[in-house]
Structure formats: structure tokens, C-alpha cells
């Protein structure tokens, strides 16, 4: 095989209580990738469509994840990665994860899956690590595995695939300002009380048990956000609107999707997942922000090859 094309998701990183250490994977938004093997033995960005981005491969975190993977490897070829941008950059649905994952992904594929996909993970965070300067998986390891997964350990890095309910569903709002992830990391306190930290956990190990047990109300009165929300909300606009209004339609819970603008809300159901789709789209509706609204179910799959 020389040539493989491949749809690389969107992803929610955080998930309210799990800051820096939970994500899911999305079914309806990506990016589309085609990786090629090239006789020259580097790593080339020849195309990249629907924005603009750097084509240095050291700029670009599709090119700086795949030198990662090949600083563990042998081989007599290079790599030609074009990429077909569907997820804004600063849309907080993992963009430069998709392209991180995605690029690794189809280079192992390629390789003869030389690597594990748990393995690929720690690649693409370097990827990650250019794009926000820091090193998080909470994007690239849901694009990589699919569904839920946990971050049980940064050092050794440890990632465990949470199950995901079948009927639980993710609607995301994207208003469109950009907000960088290093900026959101700036308004962030270095120390947190004991008490918000005895409330993160709690919550925490309640959505994990949910989300295994498949209790929607407990999924939903597990969604709070102690660390990131309370700082973060005020770079948003309308945020607080959001939230009430899509509880009053039935959402489980709602919050920050990774470090914002975009927002996701958790349902029990396509059809209330509209509804709240509806409900979102009405707050900025009344405003000058341009926004897209998505709906999906959670992808267990994860990067999915299209040829
Ligand atoms: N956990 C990261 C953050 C996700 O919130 O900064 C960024 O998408």
C-alpha cells in the first residue's frame, strides 16, 4: 500500500469534569487526509485545503507528529501528507488533533502498523504540544481509539477506552471567534482549593460510572466543571444562556468543549439532541456571530479509512 485517504474526527476534550484527562470522539465533522509514500526520504506537506496553515512540516503539527513516529523507526522511504481542513483551527473540537492523529495514524497504516494505536497517541501529542505548547492527549487519543477514553496517567502515559452509551448523543456549537488552547491555559490558576478538587473528583468517578453503567441522570449531574468553566466562560459569549437554554430542552449536561469558543451539551437521544441543537442555535442567532452546529453520536471507531 502507497496511498491511503482517511476521514480524521473531531473531537471533545475535558468533558466538563475531566480536565486535561477526558475526551470523545465525534461522527459527523473532520478532516479528510491522504497520505502518500514518497521515494525522497523526508516528510512533505503539499496540500492543505479550506485554510490556511503553515506547509512547513516543522510548523505544522501533522508534520511534527509524523517526525515523532519516525524518530522510533527505521525506513527507506519519506511521506507526502495533504489535507483537506473541515474543523476550524481555535474551534475547540480539536483541530490540530485531527490533523496530529490523523497524519500518524496514516503513516503507521502505510508502515505496516509498525505501532499500536495506544503507541501512536504519544506521537500525536507532540504534534499537540506545538499547536498549544502543552502536552495534553485529550483530543488525539478519542481521535485515535474512538469513544470515551481517560488519561489515567500522563508519566507513564496510560489511556483506557471508557464505554460509551448507545444512546447517548453530543450536540456542539461552534460561535465563531477564535480562542488559542494557550491562551485558555493562561487564564487558568496554577493552585486549586481542596474543596473544588474533592468536588472534581466526585464528579469525575460519577460520569466514568455513568457512562459504564449507562445512567443518563447521573452522566448528567456528573457534568460540572470546577478547573477550566469558571475562568474560562467569560471568553465566550453568551455561554451562560447556552446552558440554561438547553437544559430547559432536555440536555444532560452542557459545558466548554476542550479550551472553547465551541460548547457541547450530552442528551439521551437524537431528538433531543436536535432540540438542544435548535436551542443553541437561537442564542446566537440574536447576535452578530457566525456559528455551526453539529450533532452526532459518539464515534467508537475513532479515524476511519476511506480508501
Ligand atoms: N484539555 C485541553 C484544555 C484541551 O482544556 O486546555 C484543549 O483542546
Given at each position: 500500500m502507497d496511498k491511503i485517504k482517511i476521514f480524521s474526527p473531531a473531537t471533545v476534550a475535558n468533558i466538563s469534569c475531566g480536565f486535561d484527562v477526558l475526551g470523545l470522539c465525534l461522527d459527523t465533522i473532520g478532516d479528510e487526509m491522504i497520505i502518500r509514500k514518497t521515494k525522497e526520504k523526508d516528510v512533505r506537506i503539499s496540500k492543505i485545503v479550506g485554510q490556511i496553515l503553515p506547509l512547513d512540516p516543522d510548523k505544522n503539527v501533522a508534520g511534527v507528529a509524523v517526525k515523532s513516529l519516525l524518530q522510533n523507526i527505521e525506513v527507506d522511504c519519506g511521506f507526502d501528507i495533504e489535507i483537506h481542513k473541515n474543523i476550524k483551527p481555535g474551534s475547540g473540537i480539536g483541530?490540530?488533533?485531527?490533523?496530529?492523529?490523523?497524519?500518524?495514524?496514516?503513516?503507521?497504516?502505510?508502515?505496516?502498523?509498525?505501532?499500536?494505536?495506544?503507541?501512536?497517541?504519544?506521537?500525536?501529542?507532540?504534534?499537540?504540544?506545538?499547536?498549544?505548547?502543552?502536552?495534553?492527549a485529550d483530543n488525539v487519543a478519542p481521535a485515535l481509539l474512538g469513544g470515551f477514553t481517560l488519561i489515567r496517567s500522563y508519566n507513564p502515559l496510560e489511556v483506557i477506552k471508557i464505554n460509551a452509551p448507545k444512546e447517548l448523543f453530543v450536540t456542539v456549537i461552534h460561535p465563531q471567534i477564535e480562542i488559542k488552547t494557550s491562551e485558555a491555559r493562561a487564564v487558568l490558576p496554577k493552585n486549586m482549593s481542596l474543596q473544588k478538587n474533592i468536588t472534581q473528583l466526585g464528579n469525575l468517578g460519577g460520569l466514568i460510572s455513568g457512562l459504564y453503567t449507562e445512567n443518563y441522570d447521573l452522566i448528567g449531574r456528573s457534568l460540572h466543571d470546577e478547573i477550566a468553566e469558571p475562568y474560562r466562560s467569560a471568553l465566550?459569549?453568551?455561554?451562560?444562556?447556552?446552558?440554561?437554554?438547553?437544559?430547559?430542552?432536555?440536555?444532560l449536561g452542557s459545558g466548554i468543549s476542550g479550551s472553547g469558543p465551541s460548547i457541547f451539551a450530552l442528551s439521551k437521544g437524537k431528538e433531543t439532541a436536535e432540540k438542544v441543537a435548535k436551542a443553541m442555535a437561537k442564542v446566537y442567532k440574536n447576535t452578530n456571530i457566525d456559528f455551526d452546529v453539529h450533532v452526532s453520536k459518539v464515534n467508537s471507531e475513532g479515524i476511519k479509512i476511506l480508501e
Open positions: 483541530s490540530s488533533a485531527a490533523s496530529a492523529a490523523g497524519a500518524v495514524f496514516g503513516v503507521n497504516k502505510l508502515l505496516g502498523e509498525p505501532f499500536s494505536l495506544h503507541e501512536l497517541i504519544a506521537f500525536a501529542m507532540e504534534g499537540e504540544k506545538l499547536a498549544s505548547s502543552a502536552l495534553h465566550i459569549p453568551n455561554f451562560d444562556t447556552v446552558k440554561e437554554n438547553v437544559q430547559k430542552v432536555g440536555a
